[in-house]
């Protein structure tokens, strides 16, 4: 007869062989979305290859689409990316393998619902704060997910993700816009009033523009929410300024072309960055207009 703890120690064995292949999330006790954007930054950057970035956007798509994003997560294939659980029990991140980070981001999203709402700080080291801020109103909100560059802007002439013809995050830009065509993408930038060209520029506090010459009226009417709301010279380009309209930003180009009117690029001035980061009422005010203007 054979032993009890014999036949124990074997079924465990069994048990652990079974699962080795399966790809799980760490530890939810292990890490906050804090601790990971900390971790995840890189030091070498590489533009992915076309085949990886077409791979990423039909594994955002399916990401975005479920209705269980936790259990997306682990079943799709994204070159370079693993998911992670958080200590905040309803999301779930995407993040470069420690192995392989080579700039492409790290992707957050709620696990269920969720309003339509993506949130991007493309420019996190650069524009101070704006990657705080986005974790900030992505956490605070029911926004449905969050994307962070993970590498500096200039630390090649191809690693500002806004200004390449391509990467992971027009990947997930283009998955968001395909499942959610009247969902809102709001990409978070940061200006300096005392290097601004114009008089307006240098009045502005924030500058609103989707890209284009001839912006919708939604984003009118958030311009002027935001104005209200905040107190603050909110601008439109180009009907009240003539920079920072994001005519070269290649995000919002690519989902122009592809008729996704919900692209918001928001500037903010640096007293008002530092005035998000620190007055959760503000913040809220910036969420609210975001979600009732959308086209």
Not at 6 to 21: E, N
């Amino acid at each position: 007869m054979l032993d009890k703890g014999y036949l124990k120690g074997c079924l465990l064995l069994a048990a652990m062989l079974l699962i080795t292949d399966v790809m799980t999330l760490a530890s939810p006790s292990a890490h906050s979305l804090d601790s990971l954007l900390e971790q995840a930054r890189s030091e070498v950057y590489a533009v992915p290859e076309r085949p990886y970035i077409v791979q990423a956007e039909e594994g955002f798509r399916h990401w975005l689409f479920m209705d269980d994003r936790r259990e997306a997560a682990q079943s799709m294939e994204i070159p370079g990316v693993e998911p992670v659980a958080l200590s905040q029990p309803d999301i779930v991140v995407l993040i470069e393998k420690q192995d392989d980070r080579l700039g492409r981001g790290l992707y957050a999203a709620r696990v269920q619902g969720s309003t339509p709402l993506l949130i991007q700080a493309p420019h996190q080291y650069y524009d101070l704060h704006t990657g705080t801020l986005a974790s900030q109103l992505f956490l605070e909100s029911d926004a449905m997910a969050s994307a962070w560059n993970t590498m500096h802007r200039y630390h090649g002439d191809d690693s500002d993700l806004v200004h390449i013809s391509d990467s992971y995050l027009h990947a997930l830009s283009r998955a968001f816009a395909d499942v959610y065509p009247g969902g809102r993408i709001l990409q978070l930038h940061g200006f300096s009033s005392a290097k601004r060209k114009s008089r307006a520029g240098r009045e502005a506090e924030a500058i609103l523009s989707d890209g284009s010459r001839k912006p919708l009226e939604s984003l009118s009417q958030l311009t002027r929410c935001l104005s209200q709301r905040l107190g603050i010279r909110a601008m439109l380009f180009p009907r009240d300024v003539r920079e920072l309209g994001a005519t070269t930003n290649t995000v919002g180009s690519n989902l122009r072309a592809r008729g996704f009117d919900g692209f918001v690029h928001l500037e903010l001035e640096s007293e008002l960055r530092k005035r998000l980061i620190s007055d959760a009422d503000a913040r809220n005010s910036l969420i609210q207009c975001v979600t009732e203007t959308s086209p």
